[in-house]
């Protein structure tokens, strides 16, 4: 699919110069078809199953800036272009506290899937919005974000394809013109904000969604390190722990992505490096191979229903060619016993991956049976009158406690369908 994609876009690309009016709608159902591998929605809000009130106060928009240090440091999107971030300033109480957002976005494993991907906002900055909102986590509004709404909010944009981890090494073995800097963007926007008075701070966090949650960990404490040493920093993966188990027709389909994804852009040397000494190093991309070697203490906020991995991990369209799972896959609503069974089986795969992590007093979570993926940044999700609860406390309310050490918090909910809260995605 990705290489069908990409000579598409290379037709159209000379043909649009003299067809400018239809070619624009050309592009539209381009990049549609991309959306299904590169996730281009992973911060966005799929339709819900049931009604919710809608979110009154105005979101925050904040304007983009791209990264400063980056071009002295190497560091580039896919395409070559300068990565960047919006941030919004911290103010009273909150002027020494840092949030840092790594947006989401899957991965490409192929020269063809990544060349594709250079040409949207997830593969260069020339795509990326002005402005974004600033919601869930990372609003200004004390009633959506009880906790955060006055620390200094940073959302690093997405644009390498490998979770802030390719290194530029690869490029050469490769033979390519796409630059794989992931590791040399993370480095560089942190030494960025880190002249902008992240050096001063007294209290940090590092977060993330979906590849930007997996990022949230691998980085986690690297960002500790590079913090002062008498603040207080923890680290929130918010739909990151995603689990090495085979498909449905029993073939490791994650873990083959995986593999080609850290050999063609060289992550070897950006992962956990007790685990890379011990396994195979794609194995490393899987948090439940690393996540106990993290020194500095973890939050989980993880779907257990997930529907990123149902549709991609273990129902992925190479083991459905049958159809038998086409509306399963889309509205969990449709599954039939047998198919539910198998995704509480999934459910109980993540309850025994985070087993030993569970042990730990230091870490928390959030595992909600929901089939949702990527709450933080979403209202009705994160914290409103209607978002998902556990034990009626919400996912703000629990990171918050988690981090203030107001009270441990290890919430794990009932299999589906017990939790009234949960916003499950409808994508029929």
Known sequence: MAISTFSSLLRYRKWAKSNWPVASLGLLLILFSLSFFLDLTSDSVPSVDHYHPPITSPPDLVKLKLSSKAKERGAFCLDGSLPGYHFSKGSGSGTKSWLIHL??????????????????????????????????????????????????????????????????????????????????????IIYELLSMGMSNAKQGILTGCSAGGLASLIHCDYFRDHLPKDAFVKCVSDGGFFLNVPDVLGNPTMRSFYHDVVKLQGLDK???????????????????????????????????????????????????????????????????????????????????????????????????????????????????????????????????????????????????????????????
């Open 103 to 188: 947006e989401g976005g899957s991965w490409c494993n192929t020269i063809a899937s990544c060349s594709a991907r250079a040409m949207t906002r997830l593969g260069s900055s020339k795509y990326f919005e002005h402005e974004v909102s600033f919601q869930g986590v990372l609003s200004s509004d004390p009633s959506q974000n009880p906790d955060f709404f006055n620390w200094n909010r940073v959302k690093v944009r997405y644009c390498d394809g490998a979770s802030f981890s390719g290194r530029p090494e690869a490029e050469f073995k490769n033979e390519t013109r796409l630059f794989f800097r992931g590791q040399l963007i993370w480095e560089a």
């Open 270 to 428: 950006s992962l956990d490096q007790k685990c890379v000494a011990r396994t195979e190093p794609s194995k490393c991309m899987f948090p439940q191979e690393f996540v106990n070697n993290i020194r500095t203490p973890v939050f989980l906020v993880n779907a257990a229903y997930d529907y990123w991995q149902i549709q991609h991990v273990l129902v992925p369209a190479s083991a459905d060619l049958d159809k038998s799972w086409a509306k399963c896959r889309l509205n969990i609503k449709e599954c039939d016993a047998e198919q539910m069974k198998i995704l509480h089986g999934f459910r109980s795969s993540l309850i025994d991956a985070i087993g030993k992590f569970h042990q730990n007093k230091a870490g928390g979570m959030f595992i909600d049976s929901c089939n949702s993926h990527s709450q933080m940044l979403k209202p009705v999700m994160w914290h409103s009158p209607t978002s998902t609860r556990i034990k009626n406390k919400t996912i703000a309310e629990s990171v918050g406690d988690w981090y203030f050490n107001r009270k441990p918090v290890k919430l794990i909910d009932r299999p589906y369908p017990c939790n009234p809260y949960c916003h499950n995605m409808n994508f029929t």
